[in-house]
Each structure stands twice: as C-alpha cells, then as structure tokens.
C-alpha cells in the first residue's frame, strides 16, 4: 500500500514538472512570424532556406546547446553590429523597433526551438 501510495505520488510530481516545463517554455509561433515580418525580418531571412542572409532554421542550429545562445541572438537583434555577406558587402544588422520585453522574448525563444 505505502509504495503503491509513493508510485502515485512520484507519477504526479513527475507530470505537474512536465506541465511546468512545457509552460516555462511555450511561445506563440504566430506571433514570433508576425513580428519577424513587421519588423522587415523576413525580407533577408527565411524560416528555413538561405535568402540574402542565413535561414531563421541555420541561425538556430548554430546558436543550439550554447548556454549564451539566448543572449547572442538578443544581441544581434538590439544592437545594431555589422553584419557580413557572402558576396562581402557589410552592413548594420537593422535593430528591433519594438521595445516589448515580451515580444522580443517570444521571438528569440522561437527562433532557437527552430533547430532540430
């Protein structure tokens, strides 16, 4: 009885942790394109096929199990640093014009579940 009682009791802590987790990760994906293409992302990047610049999907891949991954690509978001080209054209990376803490966060979040 007490280890069936225990079973019971580790299964839902088990599920209430999943549930959690899944929460503490969730983003609107719909939203996130919206913004990526309010915010003239699009118009370089793809979700996942080379444009004039690297897909959403590469940018992703590169940037996945780093630890700072989240702070780089928020970085190069809001910050304006030169961006290079393949044909060597540079250029200013264009900054986010929204200042919407929680946007930016959905964005960058799904962004980097794009890597599979």
């Given amino acids: ?15 209430s942790c999943l549930m959690l ?14 913004l ?10 793809a979700v996942d ?18 630890s ?3 702070a780089k690509l928020l970085h190069h978001l809001t910050s304006g ?3 290079k080209f ?4 540079e250029e200013e990376h264009k900054i986010l014009k929204t200042k919407d803490k929680a946007e930016i966060k959905n964005l960058t979040d799904w962004i980097l579940s ?3």
């Fill in 1 to 15: 009885m007490k280890s069936k009682l225990t079973a019971v009791l580790v299964s839902s802590l088990c599920a």
């Fill in 21 to 34: 987790s899944a929460e503490a990760f969730a983003f609107d994906a719909d939203a996130a394109q919206a």
């Fill in 36 to 45: 990526a293409k309010k915010e003239g992302c699009t118009k370089c990047h």
């Fill in 49 to 66: 096929k080379k444009k004039e610049a690297k897909s959403l999907t590469e940018i992703s891949k590169s940037l996945k199990g780093k």
């Fill in 68 to 70: 700072d991954a989240e």
């Fill in 81 to 83: 640093d030169k961006v």
């Fill in 86 to 89: 393949e044909d060597g054209k």
């Fill in 114 to 116: 794009l890597a599979k």
